[in-house]
């Protein structure tokens, strides 16, 4: 629990100083200085005039010996919230997820599973242990609320859905 205060913690102060009128730095949503503090070796950029968060090269989902892309773009608006774009290498077509939305995509954890030390963002981990990494995304209320339906089709029943992808194929799990 310390810990996740801690977290929590350094992110809203980085964000709050990263605010300050008095800083000559420009506002941003990049969590870039959070990273190289405790996720240095993590490939990250953020892209300001596209609000896209770009986790690129960092994981092969589908297992060609190459890292494949993953983005987290911005939907615009007052409240700017972040949908899941992955492109596999294998056959470089992009894969929209509209319908799996953060309003803070920050890549939490690649070690654990546990969904009550992941309260927001999203997480990378190898569930069935075939070494293919699954991305993990906890929705908010709203947004597991506006897409119910198309989650529902899905048979997606809980707010933390796992993607993962065999030739070519999104599969989809829900997760507790």
């Not at 615009?76 to 939305?101: A, C, N, W």
């Amino acid at each position: 629990m310390k810990f996740i205060f801690a977290f929590f913690l350094t992110v809203f102060t980085t964000t709050v100083y990263s605010q300050r009128f008095d800083s000559l730095e420009i506002p941003s949503n990049s969590f870039e200085s959070s990273y190289r503090k405790t996720n240095p070796n993590l490939m990250y950029k953020y892209d300001d005039i596209s609000q896209t968060h770009n986790y690129s090269n960092n994981w092969d989902f589908d297992k060609d010996g190459i890292n494949d892309e993953l983005y987290f773009i911005g939907t615009g608006g007052t409240h700017l919230y972040y949908y899941l774009k992955v492109i596999l290498s294998t056959d470089k077509l992009p894969r929209e997820f509209d319908f799996i939305q953060s309003d803070f995509p920050f890549l939490t954890a690649t070690d654990t599973l546990n969904m009550n030390k992941t309260p927001l963002g999203f997480v990378v981990a190898d569930l069935e242990t075939d070494m293919k990494p699954t991305v993990i995304v906890r929705l908010d209320d709203k947004t597991y609320q506006v897409n119910k339906n198309k989650l529902t089709k899905l048979r997606i029943k809980t707010r933390n859905i796992a993607i993962s992808f065999e030739n070519g194929k999104s599969n989809y799990q829900s997760l507790k």
